[in-house]
Antibody, heavy 118, light 106 residues
Framework: QLQLQESGPGLVRPSETLSLTCTLSGGSLNRTHSHWGWVRQPPGKGLEYIGSIYDTGSTNYNPSLNSRVTISVATAKNEFSLRLTSVTVADTAIYYC??????????WGQGTLVTVSS | DIQMTQSPSSLSASVGDRVTITCRASEDIRSYLNWYQQTPGKAPKLLIYAASTLQSGVPSRFSGSGSETDFTLTISRLQPEDFATYFCQQTYSGNDFGPGTKVDIK
């Protein structure tokens, strides 16, 4: 049973960089046809796709976040990461890591709340 | 960007009711439409992909239909565990979610 677990700081200062890691258990990053990605959800609001990465390193980012987002993969550690630069209060959200197949999200982490505040 | 809308934004229903939620895309997305269910404090759960294919383990009271720009999610007989928020998602071009439909108890 594949499980994904997010980790990282719960509080980030405005203008700084948000960094999160997703660790897999019960499966590996080189799973056939799988992309690994991030989705966020501001408290009480809807879902927003951030981006995803294939185990080869090819990435796909939401155009609205493209200039601030980097997703990377560490296959040997069975984890992938999100970096979001120059954060503002609008980036406060629950961040989910996920497994995608052709964009369909079949597996989700439990989510981690990141608050942007001084 | 493809804009996704859902209607209604919320509805009240009773156990045993038939519930229909609509999702509309701003342009033709063929059948690249998926549905998710989210209960409070939990991650979303995939219900239906490719407009009408039921994800493994999802009860058969859930069904999806539609193509191009208009799609529906139907719950044939609402159960207590179905009170949740439902999101549609297009994956034809990019990856965009609808704003959600909250189903609560009448």
């Amino acid at each position: 049973q594949l499980q994904l677990q997010e980790s990282g700081p719960g509080l980030v200062r405005p203008s700084e960089t948000l960094s999160l890691t997703c660790t897999l258990s019960g499966g590996s990053l080189n799973r056939t046809h799988s992309h690994w990605g991030w989705v966020r959800q501001p408290p009480g609001k809807g879902l927003e796709y951030i981006g995803s990465i294939y185990d080869t390193g090819s990435t796909n980012y939401n155009p609205s976040l493209n200039s601030r987002v980097t997703i990377s993969v560490a296959t040997a550690k069975n984890e992938f990461s999100l970096r979001l630069t120059s954060v503002t209060v609008a980036d406060t959200a629950i961040y989910y890591c996920a497994r995608l197949v052709l964009g369909v999200i079949g597996d989700w982490g439990q989510g981690t709340l990141v608050t942007v505040s001084s | 960007d493809i804009q996704m809308t859902q209607s209604p934004s919320s509805l009240s229903a009773s156990v045993g009711d038939r519930v229909t939620i609509t999702c509309r895309a701003s342009e033709d997305i063929r059948s690249y439409l998926n549905w998710y269910q989210q209960t409070p404090g939990k991650a979303p759960k995939l219900l239906i992909y490719a407009a009408s294919t039921l994800q493994s383990g999802v009860p058969s009271r859930f069904s999806g239909s539609g193509s191009e720009t208009d799609f529906t999610l139907t719950i044939s007989r609402l159960q207590p565990e179905d009170f949740a928020t439902y999101f549609c998602q297009q994956t034809y071009s990019g990856n965009d979610f609808g704003p959600g439909t909250k189903v609560d108890i009448k």
